[in-house]
C-alpha cells in the first residue's frame, strides 16, 4: 500500500513538472515570436530611417548619369530623324520642282497645239536650246533645222504670237531672228483701223518701233498690230503687239510675246 501511494506521488510530481515545462516553453517561445518581431520591425525603422536616404544618396550619381545617357540617346535619335525628315523634304521639293515643271511644260504643249490657226500649217515644234542676246542681236537656238523640213526664212510663233523667222538652218538646229532684233523689219497693220506700216526692233531690246507708215497716218494707242502680209515673209494676220506710245512721226508697241521666257516655239508657213 506504501509503494502504491509513493508511485501515485511521483506519477503526480512528473505530471506538474511536464506541465511547467510547457508552459515555460510556450511562454519563451511567445517571447521570442515577439521578440523577433520588434527586431525586424526596429530593423525595417533603422533602414527607412538611415539605411534608405543614404542608398538614395549613393545611387543618386549613377541615376542621373543614367538619365543623361537617356536624354544624349533620345537627342541622337531625334537628330538621326531630322536628318531622314530633311533629306525627304529635299527629296519631295525635287519632285515637287519637277512636277511644276512638268506642268508648265504640258500647258505651253496645249497652248501650242492651238496656236496655229486654219491659214497655217505646222511645220515643227521645237524647243529652245539657248539664247544670244547681244547689243544689236536678238536670236535664238533650236533644236530643229533641214532634216525637219525647216527652210530659211520660215516663220516663227507660239500660243501668244508671232516670235521671228528662221535663219541660217542646219541639219539638227536653226536659229531664230527675233522681232525685237534692230535688223528685223516686219510689215504690220493695226486692226481696228488697218494702217499698214514698218516695224523693227528698239534699242531698248524691249519694245518695237516705227520705221515707217503708210499715207502718214497715225494710229491710237491700245491699237493692235498684225503682220499684213504684203511683203510675202509672214503669213497675214498674226498677232504682233499693242501700240503704247504715239509721237509725231512714230509709235512704239509691246511685243505680245514674252521673249523674256520662250521654252518652246511653233515653226508654220502658209497654205
Do not use: C
Not at 59 to 70: K, Y
Not at 71 to 82: R, V
Not at 177 to 193: M, R
Amino acid at each position: 500500500m506504501a509503494i502504491k501511494i509513493k508511485s501515485f506521488d511521483i506519477s503526480k510530481a512528473f505530471k506538474n513538472i511536464l506541465i511547467s515545462f510547457v508552459f515555460i516553453l510556450s511562454f519563451l517561445l511567445i517571447f521570442f515570436s515577439k521578440t523577433d518581431y520588434f527586431i525586424v520591425n526596429k530593423v525595417k525603422t533603422l533602414s527607412n530611417e538611415y539605411v534608405s536616404p543614404i542608398t538614395k544618396f549613393v545611387s543618386f550619381p549613377f541615376i542621373v548619369v543614367s538619365n543623361i545617357n537617356s536624354s544624349i540617346q533620345d537627342f541622337q535619335n531625334l537628330k538621326q530623324q531630322n536628318l531622314v525628315l530633311k533629306e525627304e523634304v529635299i527629296r519631295l521639293k525635287k519632285w515637287q520642282i519637277l512636277a511644276i515643271q512638268n506642268s508648265t511644260e504640258n500647258k505651253v504643249l496645249k497652248k501650242l497645239l492651238n496656236a496655229s490657226d486654219n491659214n497655217l500649217n505646222l511645220v515643227k515644234t521645237a524647243s529652245v536650246m539657248s539664247r544670244n542676246d547681244i547689243l544689236y542681236g536678238k536670236i535664238i537656238n533650236i533644236n530643229a533645222g533641214t532634216k525637219d523640213g525647216l527652210v530659211d526664212q520660215m516663220t516663227v510663233v507660239n500660243h501668244r504670237g508671232l516670235i521671228g523667222r528662221v535663219i541660217d538652218p542646219s541639219l539638227n538646229k536653226s536659229r531664230v531672228l527675233l522681232l525685237t532684233d534692230p535688223n528685223s523689219s516686219l510689215s504690220v497693220k493695226t486692226v481696228s483701223d488697218e494702217i499698214f506700216s514698218l516695224i523693227q526692233g528698239s534699242d531698248d531690246g524691249v519694245h518695237l518701233v516705227s520705221s515707217f507708215i503708210k499715207n502718214e497716218k497715225t494710229p491710237k494707242v491700245g491699237d493692235l498690230l498684225v503682220t499684213s502680209g504684203t511683203a510675202q515673209i509672214f503669213p497675214p494676220d498674226l498677232l504682233v503687239g499693242k501700240i503704247t506710245k504715239v509721237t509725231n512721226n512714230k509709235f512704239y508697241a509691246l511685243p505680245f510675246v514674252d521673249f523674256n521666257n520662250i521654252d518652246y516655239v511653233q515653226i508654220v508657213n502658209s497654205k
